[in-house]
């Protein structure tokens, strides 16, 4: 939220996406998740940037030789997916938040694409992704459509902090922004945050 909050334009292209692919109250089911490619993208720009496990979870390793490192038996692995996720090899303009990159490019999240594998791959993948991948995607577009979301009094778009905190999972260091709630029946298109009526 916070790097659509600093992204208003956004925020309304995810609405609109909704609005046209599940009618004015924008109310999504699991469904329709295969028809709203821009939310796919926001979410999958979501964990390149803040993936929740930044280094997956622990791992031990069998003894082998991975392009000339040795990497002795038992030792703990990390994949930080967070740096991967940064990599301006593979990323252009990696610090940017820029959902479009995902448009048109058929890079998923599903552990078949190892430059952005949040939910881990292999074995030992998220057991849980196929549930997690939906509820993500179904809490993320009902915040969208059904909340105002507005950076915290006398802050401005471009002062959030988004500075994280590290451990097993990222969190959000300082979280400040407040929301509102839509009245019902509002066409989820027809707010147009201040500062973005351009
Ligand atoms: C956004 C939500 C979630 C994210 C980002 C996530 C991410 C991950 C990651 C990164 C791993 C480690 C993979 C690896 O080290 O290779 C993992 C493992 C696991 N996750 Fe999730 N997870 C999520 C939600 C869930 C849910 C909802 C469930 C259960 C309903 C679940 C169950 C598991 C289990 C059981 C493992 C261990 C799998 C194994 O070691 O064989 N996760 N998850």
């Not at 593979?90 to 939910?119: A, H, N, Y």
């Not at 993320?140 to 979301?149: D, M, R, S």
Request: with cysteine; hydrophobic share 40%.
């Amino acid at each position: 939220m916070a790097e659509l909050l600093q992204n208003p334009k956004k925020i309304l292209k995810v609405r609109k996406e909704l609005r046209d692919a599940t009618g004015i109250n924008g109310l999504i089911q699991e469904s329709d998740i295969l028809r709203l490619p821009y939310l796919q993208a926001v979410i999958k720009e979501t964990f390149r940037l803040h993936p929740a496990f930044p280094f997956l979870v622990p791992h031990k390793a069998n003894a082998v030789e991975i392009n000339g490192y040795v990497v002795p038996k038992n030792a703990q692995i990390l994949v930080n997916v967070w740096a991967s996720g940064r990599d301006s090899i593979t990323w252009s303009s990696p610090r940017s938040f820029l959902p479009e990159r995902f448009l048109d490019c058929k890079t998923d999240l599903r552990g078949q694409d190892f430059e952005l594998i949040p939910f881990g791959a292999g074995r030992r993948i998220c057991l849980g992704l196929p549930l997690a991948h939906r509820m993500v995607h179904l809490m993320l577009a009902t915040l969208i459509c059904n909340f105002e979301w507005k950076v915290e009094e006398g802050l401005k778009r471009d002062e959030i902090d988004k500075g994280e905190k590290f451990g097993l999972t990222l969190q959000k260091a300082i979280p400040h922004f407040l929301s509102r709630l839509f009245l019902s029946n509002c066409d989820p298109c027809a707010y147009i945050p201040e500062d973005c009526s351009t």
